[in-house]
């Protein structure tokens, strides 16, 4: 079964926001990415650019396939990998929230505030 992380199901869950730092967890896959961005590519030339094995690239294909950023068009005998433009999309408006500084409130370092743990419960003190 494929983890589809494009359905509006996921827009602001953490798990799915985990998963998708998780595919991306890897910098060869980061930079497979980057490669499809430019132009649809076969498995044997993603690993001539990234000097890796045809059977590494075709490991982190399989991630990024089942997880519909990269999208597979057969091509006679071989299959060119290209980026899948509406997942891409979707990922930035998952994890943009996430990573949007504009919607910290506080100092996160503010030494009014200080916790305190007393009996297995953490105490918030204002000074």
């Not at 490669?35 to 076969?42: A, D, N, P, Y």
């Not at 980026?83 to 409130?105: A, D, G, M």
Request: charged share 30%; hydrophobic share 40%; aromatic share 8%.
């Amino acid at each position: 079964m494929r983890n589809n992380l494009i359905g509006e199901v996921f827009m602001e869950r953490p798990e799915d926001m985990a998963r998708i730092f998780k595919v991306l967890s890897v910098e060869t896959r980061v930079r497979i990415v980057k490669l499809l961005k430019k132009r649809s590519l076969c498995v044997n030339s993603i690993a001539r650019e990234l000097g890796i094995s045809a059977a590494a690239v075709s490991q982190h294909l399989r991630i990024l396939r089942n997880a519909d950023v990269v999208i597979a068009d057969k091509r006679g005998y071989f299959v060119h990998y290209g980026i899948n433009r509406v997942t891409l999309e979707k990922w930035r408006e998952i994890v943009e929230p996430l990573l949007n500084t504009s919607t910290i409130t506080e100092d996160p370092f503010d030494s009014s505030r200080s916790c305190h743990i007393g009996y297995g419960r953490v105490f918030e003190r204002r000074e």
